[in-house]
């Protein structure tokens, strides 16, 4: 059986790689300017490949290009935010329920990562725990095996990571996540997945409003 070629990364690819990652880890801050001579320079690479990483992230919604004004990193304002808090939640709590038939796999998966993030929490580094978060509600997402939920929550997921990084930063808010985040695993080890689906509801909805308070949009 023939192997596929595998085609190396392009310059681009590789800083849109990085820039995204500082974005979501908060290295570029939410609605910075971003200058493309400064990104190249630190990059070590030219402006071109620079400038077509940027259009790659203005169409993940990470970057702004705002003609005659500059480039930016995406910031929201509250309806935004409130708009994105609704979506979130109809493809979270959806996957969920499409994921019943293997509560037990997905309890178990979600039961590691908690487990995870119980030694993330008194870290130095607050973007260790803010991963395993990450990877906690995309473990739901996978868990649903539908390619065009998972495609629409990719649409989302990139700003939605770059938004929890702020509130990671917040120690009590993480103790507080991490126990939701236990109990929504022991419900659904359990079986209990109308009790999952409520708290996993409630759980979207108050982050949603603590986005709002970082921003400073309420």
């Not at 978060?133 to 939605?160: P, S």
């Not at 120690?171 to 997945?193: K, P, V, W, Y």
Request: hydrophobic share 45%; charged share 25%; glycine share 6%.
């Amino acid at each position: 059986m023939h192997r596929p070629l595998q085609r190396p990364q392009s310059l681009a690819e590789q800083a849109a790689v990085t820039i995204r990652q500082r974005i979501i880890d908060g290295h570029l801050p939410l609605g910075s300017a971003l200058s493309e001579v400064a990104l190249a320079a630190d990059l070590g690479v030219s402006k071109t490949p620079v400038r077509e990483a940027l259009l790659r992230l203005s169409k993940d919604g990470l970057v702004d290009i705002l003609p005659q004004r500059g480039t930016y990193v995406f910031r929201l304002d509250a309806r935004q935010v409130g708009a994105l808090t609704v979506m979130r939640e109809l493809l979270e709590r959806k996957a969920l329920a499409m994921a019943a038939p293997s509560h037990r796999e997905l309890g178990a998966a979600l039961s590691r990562l908690v487990a995870a993030m119980e030694q993330a929490l008194p870290l130095d580094d607050p973007q260790d725990y803010r991963r395993l978060d990450d990877a906690f509600h995309q473990t739901i997402i996978d868990a649903a095996d539908n390619e065009f939920l998972a495609d629409a929550y990719d649409r989302i997921a990139f700003r939605v990571q770059a938004l929890r990084s702020g509130l990671a930063r917040v120690r009590e808010r993480n103790q507080r996540s991490f126990g939701e985040h236990g109990r929504i695993a022991a419900l659904i080890t359990a079986a209990d997945m109308a009790a999952a689906d409520d708290l996993l509801g409630h759980h979207i909805r108050y982050n949603g409003d603590a986005y709002v308070a970082t921003l400073g949009g309420g």
